[in-house]
């Protein structure tokens, strides 16, 4: 494959993992607004923690979706499954921004929101470990910690487009009472347009030279038989992704809120700040990855865990208490550098660690199945623990998960010095 063509397919993939986090992300940034048209009159912790569920609930589905797009993609293609997960989100985010409220067809509403968000949760849990494969697969061998670091690009772009429209509709457009009234419908229908064109770049991705070896020259089945004869692997896997999921939910999606909900910024406020350290987050990735591809992946890993486990409840406490925006703005920033040691290559190290007829579904699998117990739950556990008065708790639940995270990447092997991505381990 020739250079600009690998170029042109990483750039429809990306593209692609864009648009579907921004339709996921556009859930979490306007749920302040959405949260009183589809449940009755409350606190606003209370229906904060009713849209939380449902997120949550989403989340919850995301192991259906690694599990059926990921064997998907790992029979009929990685293009296959990455057309499909799109086209499922476009019609989750559709949904949503037709729906009537609570005050128009009553208990239907909440049920339909939760119906639209399962759809956007199958779609999101096979568009995962199809978009890793398939960017580590096309990234060059001595280049894979960059390349395979846009995904996670494309996330956090996806969540700063969904705070970008927020902050342009909040500042610019709409009044907040045109907001609260019909005003959050107009993501829902922007993400569901773009979607639709995503589906049209994807179509004219290439597929990678793995999948297409692995089709002629192999007869092995990708299905969670095959995945269980890989149990260190999935394991790593899973121990990994508890702590970076956590740290990555509490410290973009839920930030918003807290800093609303316990520090006191207003709305409009707590926007800008997360949109800016999201921006310094977002460009940090490919620099970081890089970095990985000469000092490995083991070392990433240990210095996210390290830092994590150290410095999450001194960094969460210090947001909770109200200082200047720039100050806020600083620690939110120092939290995210932490993250980062997962993030930035969270997809390669995966990647590297399943034979290509297996790649797809052992990436996105365990990592469903985690996220939804871990990040899904992040923003329900922090409010619960808000609303029974021991809101520090959640603290330390994230350090917690961040040394577990610690433990295993002090006791794994390098995935870049054992990769199956190479001929040798396949």
């Given at each position: 494959?020739?250079?600009?063509?690998?170029?042109r397919?990483?750039?429809?993939?990306?593209?692609?993992?864009?648009?579907?986090?921004?339709?996921?992300?556009?859930?979490?940034?306007?749920?302040?607004?959405?949260?009183?048209?589809?449940?009755?009159?409350?606190?606003?912790?209370?229906?904060?923690?009713?849209?939380?569920?449902?997120?949550?609930?989403?989340?919850l589905?995301?192991?259906?979706?690694?599990?059926?797009?990921?064997?998907?993609?790992?029979?009929?293609?990685?293009?296959?499954?990455?057309?499909?997960?799109?086209?499922?989100?476009?019609?989750?985010?559709?949904i949503?921004?037709?729906?009537?409220?609570?005050?128009?067809?009553?208990?239907?509403?909440?049920?339909?929101?939760?119906?639209?968000?399962l759809?956007?949760?199958?779609?999101?849990?096979?568009?995962y470990?199809?978009?890793?494969?398939?960017?580590?697969?096309?990234?060059?061998?001595?280049?894979?910690?960059?390349?395979?670091?846009?995904?996670?690009?494309?996330?956090?772009?996806?969540?700063?487009?969904?705070?970008?429209?927020?902050?342009?509709?909040?500042?610019?457009?709409?009044?907040?009472?045109?907001?609260?009234?019909?005003?959050?419908?107009?993501?829902?229908l922007?993400?569901?347009?773009?979607?639709?064109?995503?589906?049209?770049?994807?179509?004219?991705?290439?597929?990678?030279?793995?999948?297409?070896?692995?089709?002629?020259?192999?007869?092995?089945?990708?299905?969670?038989?095959?995945?269980?004869?890989?149990?260190?692997?999935?394991?790593?896997?899973?121990?990994?992704?508890?702590?970076?999921?956590?740290?990555?939910?509490?410290?973009?999606?839920?930030?918003?809120?807290?800093?609303?909900?316990?520090?006191?910024?207003?709305?409009?406020?707590?926007?800008?700040?997360?949109?800016?350290?999201?921006?310094?987050?977002?460009?940090?990735?490919?620099?970081?990855?890089?970095?990985?591809?000469?000092?490995?992946?083991?070392?990433?890993?240990?210095?996210?865990?390290?830092?994590?486990?150290?410095?999450?409840?001194?960094?969460?406490?210090?947001?909770?208490?109200?200082?200047?925006?720039?100050?806020?703005?600083?620690?939110?920033?120092?939290?995210?550098?932490?993250?980062?040691g997962?993030?930035?290559?969270?997809?390669?190290?995966?990647?590297?660690?399943?034979?290509?007829?297996?790649?797809?579904?052992?990436?996105?699998?365990?990592?469903a199945?985690t996220?939804?117990?871990?990040?899904?739950?992040?923003?329900?556990?922090?409010?619960?623990?808000?609303?029974?008065?021991?809101?520090?708790?959640?603290?330390?639940?994230?350090?917690?998960?961040?040394?577990?995270?610690?433990?295993?990447?002090?006791?794994?092997?390098?995935?870049?010095?054992?990769?199956?991505?190479?001929?040798?381990?396949?």
């Open positions: 494959m020739t250079f600009s063509r690998r170029l397919s990483i750039f429809s993939g990306s593209v692609g993992n864009l648009v579907e986090y921004f339709d996921w992300y556009v859930y979490a940034a306007f749920s302040f607004y959405f949260a009183p048209k589809f449940f009755p009159a409350g606190d606003q912790t209370a229906q904060l923690m009713n849209t939380a569920g449902i997120f949550a609930l989403g989340f589905v995301r192991p259906l979706g690694g599990w059926l797009l990921g064997s998907y993609a790992d029979r009929r293609g990685r293009k296959a499954a990455l057309l499909l997960s799109v086209a499922l989100m476009c019609l989750g985010s559709l949503i921004a037709c729906l009537p409220g609570y005050d128009e067809i009553g208990v239907l509403a909440p049920v339909l929101l939760l119906v639209a968000r759809l956007q949760g199958i779609s999101l849990g096979g568009e470990g199809s978009s890793a494969t398939y960017l580590s697969e096309m990234a060059t061998p001595n280049r894979r910690g960059f390349y395979s670091s846009f995904q996670y690009v494309t996330i956090i772009l996806g969540q700063l487009l969904a705070l970008g429209l927020l902050i342009v509709l909040q500042r610019f457009v709409l009044t907040s009472e045109q907001l609260h009234d019909w005003g959050w419908r107009i993501p829902f922007i993400g569901s347009g773009i979607a639709a064109l995503a589906i049209w770049l994807r179509r004219n991705m290439q597929e990678t030279d793995s999948f297409n070896d692995h089709r002629s020259g192999s007869a092995r089945k990708s299905n969670l038989r095959e995945l269980a004869r890989h149990p260190r692997e999935v394991g790593i896997v899973v121990a990994l992704t508890a702590g970076g999921t956590l740290s990555f939910y509490t410290f973009t999606t839920y930030m918003q809120k807290y800093l609303v909900n316990t520090t006191g910024f207003s709305k409009d406020d707590a926007t800008l700040i997360s949109s800016l350290a999201l921006l310094v987050f977002m460009v940090i990735q490919p620099i970081v990855g890089l970095l990985s591809d000469y000092v490995g992946r083991r070392l990433m890993l240990i210095a996210f865990g390290a830092l994590a486990t150290l410095f999450t409840v001194p960094i969460l406490s210090a947001l909770a208490v109200k200082q200047s925006m720039g100050v806020t703005l600083l620690w939110y920033i120092a939290a995210l550098l932490i993250t980062t997962y993030t930035s290559i969270n997809a390669i190290f995966k990647a590297e660690l399943f034979p290509v007829h297996i790649r797809a579904l052992g990436v996105g699998f365990p990592f199945v996220v939804s117990l871990f990040g899904g739950t992040a923003e329900y556990i922090a409010l619960w623990l808000k609303s029974i008065g021991h809101e520090s708790w959640f603290y330390y639940y994230v350090s917690a998960c961040a040394a577990v995270s610690l433990i295993v990447a002090l006791c794994m092997k390098d995935t870049k010095a054992t990769s199956r991505m190479d001929a040798g381990h396949a």
